[in-house]
């Protein structure tokens, strides 16, 4: 019997940073992972650091957004410190091209204080050259939006969480939760128990198997391909009716995604492929030429639609010290660091970085 402070349970985005936060509070944590970490959804993503449409979010998560923004670079730098390993933070700003929601946009932006700004085709143009001729006149340009390589975030708080103490087991699926009366004691693998009086549930869209909620997370597929490009054919994100192109530093371009309802099923679809790929064309012709790379599906974790995409993080009102972030759904790596920072704050009852209330869990009715 293994013997801990706080068990993590799930190794994704959200679980990593929150060993992270608890490590760097002074709490002895392990991480219990099903698989390996980091290969999940936080994997899948496409690493925008903003929502596509921001203004079209509720305030809570634009809240949980602009920490994060903020916080992004002296993540990357330190992680870079800590593991020599470049998580490729990259401020290459957003265009989007839905410009038919441009007075709710300068509204949030004039609000928000963000900075957005209306271009006409040649600044359009001067910003991403390789734009399609069939693209609208005008676009919404956001200039400070960043971007991670997902991938490579994850690698790099694998080892810095490693390194500062963390415990992580992987290849260890947890199949309940151990409740004494109104009390979490800990959680139970295939192979053992392992015990402690707090236990963090971020299992992406997986936590329900766990928290048996009220059937509130629910898995999300999105599916994103590969292309393989030169450095320099696509500067920018670029989004167009929910589909977008994401320029990797070498070259690589992401096109995403699709948002399908299609419960626990990651298999890849045909009609996704093709779907994808005239999207990504329509806005960049020139990626016509370039050979797709990759394909893959990842589950997001979704909510309720009432929710608005706006996670969980808190404690369980009839379990103490149980605690749940999770629900992410479409921004989770944007909202990740501030979602951690935040669980953090309440669990050792520090001043919280933002209002933690909207993010509460409400008891089932
Ligand atoms: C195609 C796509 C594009 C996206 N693009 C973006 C974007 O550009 N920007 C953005 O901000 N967000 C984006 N997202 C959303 C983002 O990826 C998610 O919101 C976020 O990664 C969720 O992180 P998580 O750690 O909760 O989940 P996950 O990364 O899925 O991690 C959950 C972990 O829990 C583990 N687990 C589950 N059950 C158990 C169990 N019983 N025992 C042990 N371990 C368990 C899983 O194996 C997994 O490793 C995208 C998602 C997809 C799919």
């Known amino acids: 019997m293994h013997v801990t402070d706080f068990i993590i349970a799930g190794g994704g985005l959200i679980g990593l940073l929150t060993a992270r936060e608890l490590r760097q509070a002074g709490a002895h944590v392990t991480v219990v992972e099903r698989g390996a970490t980091g290969q999940e959804s936080s994997w899948a993503g496409g690493g925008i650091l903003s929502p596509l449409y921001p203004w079209r979010c509720p305030g809570a998560v634009t809240a949980l957004v602009r920490w994060s923004q903020g916080h992004y670079p002296l993540l990357a730098h330190t992680l870079a410190d800590e593991t020599g390993l470049d998580v490729e933070w990259l401020q290459n700003g957003l265009m989007v091209l839905d410009v038919d929601e441009q007075t709710q946009a300068l509204a949030w932006a004039r609000q928000s204080g963000a900075k957005l700004n209306l271009l006409n085709r040649i600044e359009m143009l001067q910003h991403e050259p390789q734009l399609g001729a069939s693209a609208v006149a005008e676009a919404l340009w956001l200039p400070d939006v960043a971007q991670v390589r ?9 080892h810095s969480v490693l390194a500062s103490g963390v415990r992580l087991k992987e290849q260890a699926e947890i199949t309940g939760l151990i409740v004494d009366g109104d009390h979490v004691a800990g959680v139970e693998t295939a192979s053992e128990r ?11 869209a997986w936590s329900d198997n766990l928290l048996r909620f009220y059937g509130e997370i629910m898995p999300v597929r999105g599916q994103m391909i590969l292309f393989r490009a030169a450095p320099g054919l696509v500067s920018r994100i670029v989004v167009h009716n929910d589909h977008y192109v994401i320029p990797r530093r070498d070259g690589r371009v992401l096109a995403g995604s699709t948002v399908e309802y299609a419960g626990f099923d990651k298999s890849t679809t045909p009609q996704a492929l093709i779907a994808l790929r005239q999207a990504a064309v329509a806005l960049v012709p020139t990626l016509a030429e370039c050979e797709i790379e990759h394909h893959w599906a990842g589950l997001r974790p979704g909510t309720a639609q009432a929710r608005n995409g706006v996670p969980y993080i808190g404690e369980h009102p009839r379990v103490r010290g149980l605690y749940v972030n999770t629900g992410h759904f479409r921004n989770g790596v944007v909202m990740a660091p501030a979602s951690a920072r935040l669980l953090a704050d309440i669990i050792v009852g520090r001043a919280p970085i933002i209002d933690p209330m ?3 869990i409400m008891d089932a009715p």
Do not use: D, E, H, W
């Open 194 to 204: 392992i015990m402690a009086s707090k236990v963090v549930v971020t299992a992406g």
């Open 150 to 158: 997902n991938p490579r975030l994850l690698k790099a708080l694998r």
């Open 358 to 360: 909207p993010y509460q």
